[in-house]
């Protein structure tokens, strides 16, 4: 089974510059987690998707983010204009939610954001 | 106000000992769950254990298990026998609500080094 899918890996860009960050959950999951995780702040609930609906997106720092879920099988998170304050590492997770059981959600490897 | 606490900010173990990582948690919920992943130096987050505020014994996987302890409100993971693998940051987790959505909030994480 493939795992979460996200991509880039790794990204550099410019302060200014638009950021989009790509995820694939695992087939057959009906819920997508966005996180960030950062030395200051841990691992912070960014926005959440069930069913591609947007549930919560209380964590969304500010206007600049973006998260859109067009289908269950792709979601992204995008970041216009970057500023340095969101250096971090993305990731995305997903779940089966709805089923009894531990709802654990599968991570993706994660995006190392950098904006200089 | 701090859902999760890990008060362990980093610990070393010697190969083969078990280790008890600590977690307390914070809600006035009636269920819930509770969550441990690790995450290694490669940056990924693995699933290992869960626990729910109604399941009455503690859950065990594999050299893993959780010490729940309600009225005290922690939820500690012991790893039995370390191995070098074991080093990695660990993160406790808590979902709450009986309609469990999915959303996380996490822990500062505890660095474990385990030695030879």
């Not at chain 1, 990731?91 to 709802?103: D, I, K, M, V």
């Not at chain 2, 999760?4 to 083969?16: A, D, L, N, R, S």
Request: glycine residues 8%; charged residues 20%.
């Amino acid at each position: 089974d493939a795992g979460v899918i996200q991509s880039p890996r790794h990204e550099v860009t410019e302060m200014g510059q638009e950021v989009t960050l790509r995820c694939k959950p695992i087939s057959g999951h009906n819920s997508l987690f966005w996180y960030r995780q950062t030395m200051m702040r841990g691992l912070e609930l960014l926005i959440y998707f069930n069913n591609n609906v947007p549930i919560d997106d209380s964590g969304m720092p500010e206007d600049r983010f973006s998260a859109k879920m067009p289908n269950a099988s792709f979601s992204t998170l995008k970041i216009q204009p970057s500023e340095p304050r969101d250096s971090a590492v993305y990731f995305c997770a997903s779940s089966l939610e709805g089923r009894e059981g531990a709802y654990e959600q599968y991570f993706g490897p994660g995006t190392r954001l950098t904006v200089t | 106000a701090q859902k999760i606490t890990q008060t362990q900010p980093g610990m070393f173990v010697q190969e083969k000992e078990a280790v008890t990582l600590d977690c307390t948690y914070d809600t006035s919920d009636q269920s819930y769950g509770l969550f441990w992943y690790k995450q290694p130096s490669s940056g990924e987050m693995i699933f290992l254990i869960y626990q729910g505020s109604y399941d009455e014994q503690n859950a065990t996987e594999g050299r893993y298990s959780l010490n729940f302890q309600k009225a005290r409100k922690s939820a500690n993971l012991v790893i039995s026998a370390s191995q070098l693998g074991d080093s990695a940051m660990y993160f406790c987790a808590m979902r709450e609500g009986e309609r469990s959505w999915g959303k996380l909030q996490f822990g500062a994480g505890t660095q474990v080094v385990v030695t030879p």
